[in-house]
Structure formats: structure tokens, C-alpha cells
Nanobody, 124 residues
């Protein structure tokens, strides 16, 4: 599956952004998806994931209660609503799809397709 992320930008601390990731290619609704981020000088880290059905979501502790992942299988899209943003949220955000259908995303391992990334900058 090919993924294209968008929606990043510059926002003040406490603000909100909504990231979108649109897919094309193989059967979108069969794959679990995730959002990840990579800050300068740091490794890419897991942010959130959602099952193929949307029935289960998982969040990193650092974003729990502030971020919400959702998906729209009809429109082949996954979203990340980010509220109460903090300067520590500054990073390039990537969407990813698991390589194997009907397999949950639990981390970077298993991600077979990446979007190109979208920059999120949170000013203090």
C-alpha cells in the first residue's frame, strides 16, 4: 500500500492539529495502521495504532489522553487528532501499514509501508 501523509504545521503549545494519511494500492481495510514520529537526533517511535476494523486503538503513554487515532476505510484514510500539543511533540510524523493483513501494529517492526512524513512543530 502506498501512503501519503499531510496536515502538519506550526502550532503554539496547547493547540491542535489533525494529520491525515491517504492510502492507495492493496486492500486498505485488511491492514492495521499506525502513526509514528521522529524528532531530530532521536529514533523513530510509536505514537498510536488502530486495527483494520478500527475496533481497537493503542497509544504511547506520552500522548494518551491528548491524541486520537481513527480511520475511514471507505475513503482509505487514517487520521491522528492531536490536542493539547507540547513542544516535545515536535517531530516528523509518519503513517505506516503493517506488512501482514489482520495483524496488529505494536511497533516499528512489521511496518512494510511508510508515508513520506509530515512535519509538526510546536512552539512554546
Amino acid at each position: 500500500v502506498l501512503l501519503q501523509a499531510s496536515g502538519g504545521g506550526l502550532v503554539q503549545a496547547g493547540g491542535s492539529l489533525r494529520l491525515s494519511c491517504v492510502a492507495s494500492g492493496r486492500t486498505f481495510s485488511s491492514y492495521a495502521l499506525g502513526w509514528f514520529r521522529q524528532a531530530p537526533g532521536k529514533e523513530r517511535e510509536f505514537v498510536a495504532s488502530i486495527l483494520w476494523s478500527g475496533g481497537r486503538t493503542v497509544y504511547a503513554d506520552s500522548v494518551k489522553g491528548r491524541f486520537t487515532i481513527s480511520r475511514d476505510n471507505a475513503n482509505r484514510a487514517v487520521y491522528l487528532q492531536m490536542n493539547s500539543l507540547k513542544p516535545d511533540d515536535t517531530a516528523i510524523y509518519y503513517c505506516g501499514a503493517h506488512t501482514i493483513p489482520y495483524t496488529e501494529v505494536t511497533g516499528i517492526d512489521g511496518i512494510g509501508s511508510w508515508g513520506q512524513g509530515t512535519q509538526v512543530t510546536v512552539s512554546s
